[in-house]
C-alpha cells in the first residue's frame, strides 16, 4: 500500500524551462517532507524540504510547496540546467509515528535536453 | 572525503551462501539505517540505529542481522541468500535531533544479485 505517489515516472523539459515535479501522500501524521535526487550508480542527495508548518521553501532554483489539504507535494526547477538530469524522490517524515525512517515515492526520471 | 561508504559496491554470489555489507560513516552523526531498493524502484526502510540500538526493524525475513559495532558502523548481514534479496542496498545516516533526523545522507549502495 503505497503511502507516497509520485505519478509521473518521467517528465522531459527543454533547459531553460521550468520543470515541475509531483508527490501525493496519503498519511496525514507525516509533517516532514523532502526531496532527494539521484545521480545512477550513487546514493539520493538530499536536495530541499519543508515542514507541516509551511507551504512554500526556496533555496535557489529550487523551490518545494506543500499543500496540506490536497496532501500534495510539488518541487519546482527553475531554470532548468541539464546537470538538473537525475531521478528524484520525494520522501516523507513524521515525528508522531515514532520513526525516524523515511517513506519514499518511486521517484520520477527528469531529463533536461540542452 | 566519503561521508557513507558502503562495500562492496557489487556483490554476485549463489543462493544459500551467507553475505555481509559494511557500512561507515564519518559525519559523527547518532543514526544509521539500512534502505532496500526494490526492482520497482522503491526505496524502502529495512532497520534503523540509534546510538548502536535497534530502533525500527520493519518486516524483513530473520534471515537478515544488523549488527553495530560502534556509532559509526551499521553492517548487514545476510544468510541463506535467496533470489528475491537481489536488490541495491542502501546505508543512510543522520543526526538524531529533531526534523535534522530526516535529512539522511546516503551511501552509494550495494548491488547485490542472488544467482
Known amino acids: 500500500d503505497q503511502q507516497v505517489k509520485q505519478n509521473s515516472p518521467s517528465l522531459s523539459v527543454q533547459e531553460g524551462r521550468i520543470s515541475i515535479l509531483n508527490c501525493d501522500y496519503t498519511?496525514?501524521?507525516?509533517?516532514?517532507f523532502l526531496w532527494y535526487k539521484k545521480y545512477p550508480a550513487e546514493g539520493p542527495t538530499f536536495l530541499i524540504s519543508?515542514?507541516?508548518?509551511?507551504d512554500k521553501n526556496e533555496d535557489g532554483r529550487f523551490t518545494v510547496f506543500l499543500n496540506k489539504s490536497a496532501k500534495h507535494l510539488s518541487l519546482h526547477i527553475v531554470p532548468s540546467q541539464p546537470g538538473d538530469s537525475a531521478v528524484y524522490f520525494c520522501?516523507?517524515?513524521?515525528?508522531?509515528?515514532?520513526?525516524?525512517?523515511?517513506?519514499f515515492g518511486s521517484g520520477t526520471r527528469l531529463q533536461v535536453q540542452p | 572525503d566519503t561521508a557513507v561508504s558502503q562495500t562492496p559496491k557489487y556483490l554476485v554470489t549463489q543462493m544459500g551462501n551467507d553475505k555481509s555489507i559494511k557500512c561507515e560513516q564519518n559525519l559523527g552523526h547518532d543514526t544509521m539505517y539500512w534502505y532496500k531498493q526494490d526492482s520497482k524502484k522503491f526505496l524502502k526502510i529495512m532497520f534503523s540505529y540509534n546510538n548502536k540500538e535497534l530502533i525500527i526493524n520493519e518486516t524483513v525475513p530473520n534471515r537478515f542481522s544488523p549488527k553495530s559495532p560502534d556509532k559509526a558502523h551499521l553492517n548487514l548481514h545476510i544468510n541463506s541468500l535467496e533470489l528475491g534479496d537481489s536488490a541495491v542496498y542502501f546505508c543512510?545516516?543522520?543526526?538524531?535531533?529533531?526534523?535534522?533526523?530526516?535529512?539522511?545522507?546516503f551511501g552509494p549502495g550495494t548491488r547485490l544479485t542472488v544467482t
Open positions: 498519511n496525514s501524521m507525516f509533517d516532514y
Open positions: 543512510a545516516s543522520s543526526q538524531d535531533s529533531g526534523l535534522a533526523t530526516y535529512e539522511q545522507y
Open positions: 520522501a516523507v517524515g513524521g515525528m508522531d509515528t515514532g520513526r525516524r525512517a523515511l517513506t
Open positions: 519543508i515542514s507541516s508548518i509551511k
